[in-house]
Structure formats: structure tokens, C-alpha cells
């Protein structure tokens, strides 16, 4: 016979193995001040106070970059390669993002941006916009092949990938299957050189990241068997180090060849319009993305058929790692638009087949909250259902978790001790039934 109490004693520590996962945000505790705010933002709970301070459950994190984005002191440590790192190749590639081109005032010509990587050390640039392209023009075939299950759930903000695969598995299924733009640039970026005659071993490749969760992404090889790029750096240590070399230029090498129809993916909504589909809905900002999330898995969207989220306020241009205020930064990339041509790169330009832009692995259904032991984790289950029937359920957070359920979670699941009480329970039952407030 079943026995709840047996399989509970069973347990051995935390089954999520938080180590495993890569720590893409840190805590300064010197500097958190335990205000809670975290908590109640982070749309995967994975943050809790502990003894005055915040901690991160690196296993439910999603390298949203929200707790950054929200906490009041600056404790929030977002985690990258430091720009040493490129010294370790003889041939320096460096990957630009279309979102990074906003943060620069009274830029006339993007090349004068690219010029200068030069003079900070990379030996070549390559436009993620130009991946960006190729991407949107793959998806317009595999909407006219008419085959994938709708609405289609775009894939290129690494943050709502790992929300799908932890909170919404259902939807596992809508996601579009092919690979972010930063990872076909890569490719491209590492053949176009290798054409050159640099031996691969000579190439590192480095992409300029606006967040955090593509620091998470590439590095952990989400979507890829292989990690074509070797290094993630911030937005903004390079900007600071790209200011001083811009001004000291007199002109510029004309080296971008990346179009409208991929500079416009650093806002919401310009990957939906690259996909040339009508019937589109774009949300940004995480609160936002999880309520589409939950309306699509309740099958309250109609008529939908393809969805773009981004993580982060306006898209990549509202990433934690840039400089510039995101509606700032999107104003400036409408005024640079002008500037370029519609389609800078065709996909018969480049003779790779569409198996080329396809993702290589999609992330399947995440380590259920319980573990993945059936028996135990049902175990579990009516443990944190009993434990919830005796709490107030205020949500309150006074506790350090950011939900009684999630207090409930901790107990059962090992990472407070199995004696724990809900502060507010413990004071009502002080006061004869009656709330101190």
C-alpha cells in the first residue's frame, strides 16, 4: 500500500541539483538589503530570503534578468566572460546584435560603430541582424508549408524558452523549431572565416549580449549540439570601451550589409512582421509574457497564429546588460532605419538549406518541481496540498518565499528545515484566531 510518510522519509536532500545549472545572475550580499522585491517579481519563484538576504534556486532561474532589472540596490550581479577573454584567440570575431546600435547618440552611420571593433582588438564583425534575416525568411517557408502546429511560439528570446519548458510543457509543441539568430550568425560568422584559411582552433567568437539569458543560452548550448561561440560579453563594457574609439575616427569602412527586415528585430514585434504572417500577436516585459503564456495554454487566444515574447521591456533593446533606456533606444533604431536596405541578404545567397537554420535540439519538458520519481513526487504533491490547507494563504512573502505554495514547496522539498511555520499562522493561533492587523 501507498504510504505518503515512507516516501517522504525516502528523500535524500534537495533533489534539484542547483549546481548543475549556470549562475547567469549572482548576489552581492553586502549590498542586498532582503527587501523582498525579487521575490515577488520573478515569474519562476525561484528567489527566497534567508536570513535577511536573497537567494536563487538556480535550478527554476531563467536568466530573465527581472530581479536585476528590479532591485533597489544593485545586488543583482548579472554574470558574463570579462573582455580578457578574446587575448585567448589569434582571430577575433565579434558578433553585434541589432539592439546594440541603439545605445549610441548622434550616430549617423552604423559602420563607424563596426570600424572601431576593429580598433578594440576583434579582426572581424558579423551582424546578428543578418541571421536575423535569414531566420524571418525560413519562417515564411515553413508557414507556407502549412505544417507546424499553430500558433506558432517564436524561439529567439532564450528567457521564454525556459518558461515554456518549466511552466507551460504543454505548449512545448507550438515552439518554432529553428535556431536564434546570435547561433546562425555564429555558424556563418565561423565559415565565412574559416574561408579566409584561419585554422578553426585560431577563431573565437564573441557575442555582444543585451541580457543575460543569452549568456545562459550560449554557454549552456540550448538549442545546438555544438557552441559555436566561445564568449559572451556585456553590452556595456564594450560600449564604454567603443565611445573613446568612435570619436577618434575620421570615416568608416562600409561593412554592414544587414537590412530593415533584421534591424527591426531588436524591438517587440519586428520578428512577428519579418514573418510576414498577419494573424500575429508580440508581447515583451516578463509579467506580460506569462499572461499570454497562460491565456494560449487555456485556449482563450483565437484566431493567433503566430506569438513573438521577449522577456525584456521592448525586446532586446530593453536587455539588462545595455546602457540606454529601451524607449530610447528603439527611437534611435526608427531614425537609423532609413539608413538601410530593405533585405540585406537573401536565403538563395547564402546556399544553405533550410535543415541549416533548424534548431538542433528544442528543450523538452524541465525536471518536474517534485522530481521526476513518479511515486515520490506525487508523494510530495499531497504533502505541499496538506501543508497549504493550514496556512493563511496571504501570499504575504514575511515568510522569505514569495508564495505559501512555495513555502510549502521548500519544506517538503528539504531546502528549510522540515519544523518551519508560516510566521502569520503562528500569530493568528497566538491571538485566539484574531489577525494581529
Given at each position: 500500500?501507498?504510504?505518503?510518510?515512507?516516501?517522504?522519509?525516502?528523500?535524500?536532500?534537495?533533489?534539484?541539483?542547483?549546481?548543475?545549472?549556470?549562475?547567469?545572475?549572482?548576489?552581492?550580499?553586502?549590498?542586498?538589503?532582503?527587501?523582498?522585491?525579487?521575490?515577488?517579481?520573478?515569474?519562476?519563484?525561484?528567489?527566497?530570503?534567508?536570513n535577511?538576504?536573497?537567494?536563487?534556486?538556480?535550478?527554476?532561474?531563467?536568466?530573465?534578468?527581472?530581479?536585476?532589472?528590479?532591485?533597489?540596490?544593485?545586488?543583482?550581479?548579472?554574470?558574463?566572460?570579462?573582455?580578457?577573454?578574446?587575448?585567448n584567440?589569434?582571430?577575433?570575431?565579434?558578433?553585434?546584435?541589432?539592439?546594440?546600435?541603439?545605445?549610441?547618440?548622434?550616430?549617423?552611420?552604423?559602420?563607424?560603430?563596426l570600424?572601431?571593433?576593429?580598433?578594440?582588438?576583434?579582426?572581424?564583425?558579423?551582424?546578428?541582424?543578418?541571421?536575423?534575416?535569414?531566420?524571418?525568411?525560413?519562417?515564411?517557408?515553413?508557414?507556407?508549408?502549412?505544417?507546424?502546429?499553430?500558433?506558432?511560439?517564436?524561439?529567439?528570446?532564450?528567457?521564454?524558452?525556459?518558461?515554456?519548458?518549466?511552466?507551460?510543457?504543454?505548449?512545448?509543441?507550438?515552439l518554432?523549431?529553428?535556431?536564434?539568430?546570435?547561433?546562425?550568425?555564429?555558424?556563418?560568422?565561423?565559415?565565412?572565416?574559416?574561408?579566409?584559411?584561419?585554422?578553426?582552433?585560431?577563431?573565437?567568437?564573441?557575442?555582444?549580449?543585451?541580457?543575460?539569458?543569452?549568456?545562459?543560452?550560449?554557454?549552456?548550448?540550448?538549442?545546438?549540439?555544438?557552441?559555436?561561440?566561445?564568449?559572451?560579453?556585456?553590452?556595456?563594457?564594450?560600449?564604454?570601451?567603443?565611445?573613446?574609439?568612435?570619436?577618434?575616427?575620421?570615416?568608416?569602412?562600409?561593412?554592414?550589409?544587414?537590412?530593415?527586415?533584421?534591424?527591426?528585430?531588436?524591438?517587440?514585434?519586428?520578428?512577428?512582421?519579418?514573418?510576414?504572417?498577419?494573424?500575429?500577436?508580440?508581447?515583451?516585459?516578463?509579467?506580460n509574457?506569462?499572461?499570454?503564456?497562460?491565456?494560449?495554454?487555456?485556449?482563450?487566444?483565437?484566431?493567433?497564429?503566430?506569438v513573438?515574447?521577449?522577456?525584456?521591456?521592448?525586446?532586446?533593446?530593453?536587455?539588462?546588460?545595455?546602457?540606454?533606456?529601451?524607449?530610447?533606444?528603439?527611437?534611435?533604431?526608427?531614425?537609423?532605419?532609413?539608413?538601410?536596405?530593405?533585405?540585406?541578404?537573401?536565403?538563395?545567397?547564402?546556399?544553405?538549406?533550410?535543415?541549416y537554420?533548424?534548431?538542433?535540439?528544442?528543450?523538452?519538458?524541465?525536471?518536474?518541481?517534485?522530481?521526476?520519481?513518479?511515486?515520490?513526487?506525487?508523494?510530495?504533491?499531497?504533502?505541499?496540498?496538506?501543508?497549504?490547507k493550514?496556512?493563511?494563504?496571504?501570499?504575504?512573502?514575511?515568510?522569505?518565499?514569495?508564495?505559501?505554495?512555495?513555502?510549502?514547496?521548500?519544506?517538503?522539498?528539504?531546502?528549510?528545515?522540515?519544523?518551519?511555520?508560516c510566521?502569520?499562522?503562528?500569530?493568528?493561533?497566538?491571538?485566539?484566531?484574531?489577525?494581529?492587523?
Open positions: 500500500m501507498f504510504c505518503l510518510k515512507r516516501a517522504l522519509s525516502e528523500q535524500k536532500g534537495v533533489v534539484m541539483s542547483e549546481l548543475k545549472r549556470l549562475h547567469t545572475v549572482t548576489l552581492d550580499k553586502d549590498k542586498c538589503i532582503g527587501c523582498a522585491s525579487c521575490i515577488k517579481r520573478c515569474p519562476t519563484e525561484a528567489i527566497r530570503i534567508r535577511g538576504k536573497a537567494c536563487v534556486i538556480y535550478d527554476k532561474c531563467i536568466a530573465c534578468g527581472e530581479c536585476v532589472r528590479i532591485c533597489p540596490s544593485n545586488a543583482k550581479i548579472p554574470s558574463y566572460d570579462k573582455f580578457d577573454i578574446v587575448n584567440y589569434k582571430y577575433k570575431v565579434a558578433l553585434i546584435a541589432p539592439s546594440f546600435y541603439g545605445q549610441f547618440d548622434d550616430i549617423k552611420d552604423i559602420n563607424y560603430i570600424t572601431a571593433f576593429r580598433n578594440i582588438g576583434f579582426d572581424f564583425v558579423y551582424e546578428v541582424g543578418i541571421g536575423a534575416e535569414l531566420v524571418s525568411q525560413v519562417t515564411q517557408r515553413l508557414f507556407a508549408d502549412d505544417k507546424l502546429k499553430k500558433p506558432i511560439i517564436s524561439t529567439a528570446c532564450p528567457a521564454v524558452l525556459e518558461l515554456v519548458s518549466q511552466r507551460f510543457e504543454n505548449l512545448l509543441g507550438n518554432l523549431p529553428l535556431l536564434a539568430p546570435v547561433d546562425v550568425a555564429a555558424k556563418l560568422a565561423r565559415e565565412k572565416v574559416a574561408k579566409r584559411g584561419v585554422a578553426e582552433e585560431d577563431i573565437g567568437v564573441f557575442f555582444i549580449s543585451p541580457c543575460p539569458a543569452k549568456v545562459y543560452a550560449l554557454k549552456a548550448g540550448c538549442t545546438v549540439n555544438r557552441n559555436y561561440v566561445d564568449g559572451v560579453l556585456s553590452v556595456a563594457e564594450v560600449y564604454m570601451k567603443l565611445v573613446t574609439e568612435i570619436g577618434k575616427l575620421d570615416d568608416a569602412r562600409n561593412l554592414s550589409e544587414m537590412g530593415i527586415l533584421g534591424l527591426q528585430w531588436a524591438s517587440s514585434g519586428g520578428e512577428a512582421a519579418g514573418a510576414m504572417c498577419r494573424k500575429y500577436l508580440a508581447a515583451d516585459g516578463i509579467e509574457v506569462v499572461n499570454i503564456l497562460e491565456a494560449l495554454e487555456n485556449g482563450s487566444l483565437k484566431d493567433v497564429e503566430f513573438e515574447l521577449n522577456a525584456c521591456t521592448s525586446g532586446c533593446v530593453g536587455g539588462v546588460l545595455n546602457v540606454e533606456n529601451p524607449f530610447v533606444a528603439r527611437a534611435r533604431l526608427r531614425q537609423l532605419r532609413q539608413k538601410f536596405p530593405q533585405v540585406g541578404i537573401t536565403l538563395s545567397e547564402t546556399g544553405k538549406p533550410t535543415s537554420f533548424m534548431a538542433e535540439k528544442l528543450p523538452e519538458h524541465g525536471e518536474n518541481t517534485f522530481g521526476n520519481d513518479r511515486t515520490l513526487a506525487f508523494a510530495r504533491l499531497l504533502a505541499v496540498q496538506e501543508m497549504y493550514k496556512l493563511p494563504k496571504k501570499d504575504c512573502g514575511i515568510c522569505g518565499a514569495p508564495s505559501c505554495t512555495a513555502f510549502c514547496e521548500d519544506v517538503v522539498m528539504g531546502r528549510i528545515p522540515a519544523d518551519s511555520v510566521p502569520i499562522a503562528v500569530g493568528t493561533a497566538a491571538t485566539g484566531g484574531k489577525s494581529d492587523g
